[in-house]
C-alpha cells in the first residue's frame, strides 16, 4: 500500500513469480540495484535511503532472480556473498549488522519491525533456493 516503503523482495518476486511476464518486470532488478545496494547485498528497503545493512533474505531472493534472468556472474556474485555471511552451523543471519529496519510498525505496537544478525530460516532457505537455482514460484523438474 505504501509507496514511501519499497521492500526488496517483490523485485524478485515479480520476475520469479510472473515468469511468462519476466521481461516486463526486469527494471526490478535495477531498480533494487539503485535503490538498497550495500556492500554487495540489499538493503530491506530503501527508505530515506537508510541502507542500514545488508537484509540475506532478499539478497538471497534477488540471487535467484539474477539466476532465473540468465545473469549467472551477478548470481555467482551474490551466492559467494551468502556464502561469506554463514554461520558456522551453516545457517545465514538475517543481516550483516546489529540490526536493520524495515520501516514498518509491528502490529499493535509503536515499536519498529526490525531484523537482527540472528539466525535466520527465511535466510537461510532462501539461500539454498538460489544456490540450487530453483523458482520456488515455479517448481519445473525441481525434483
Known sequence: KSKSNVPVDIQAWAIMAL??????YLRGLQYAES???IRG??????????????????????ADAFKQTGK???WKELI???????????????TDVESIATGFKLP????DWLYFRYPHVG??????LAESGV???????AY
Open 19 to 24: 515468469k511468462s511476464d519476466r521481461g516486463k
Open 35 to 37: 535503490h538498497h545496494e
Open 41 to 62: 547485498g540489499y538493503d530491506f528497503n530503501q527508505v530515506d535511503g537508510d541502507r542500514d545493512g545488508i537484509w540475506y533474505e532478499g539478497t538471497a531472493q534477488i
Open 72 to 74: 549467472i556472474e551477478k
Open 80 to 94: 559467494q556473498l551468502l556464502r561469506s555471511a554463514q554461520f558456522t552451523s551453516g545457517a545465514i543471519p538475517a
Open 108 to 111: 499493535d505496537s509503536e515499536n
Open 123 to 128: 535466510a537461510t532457505a532462501w539461500f539454498i
Open 135 to 141: 523458482n520456488p514460484f515455479w517448481f519445473e523438474h
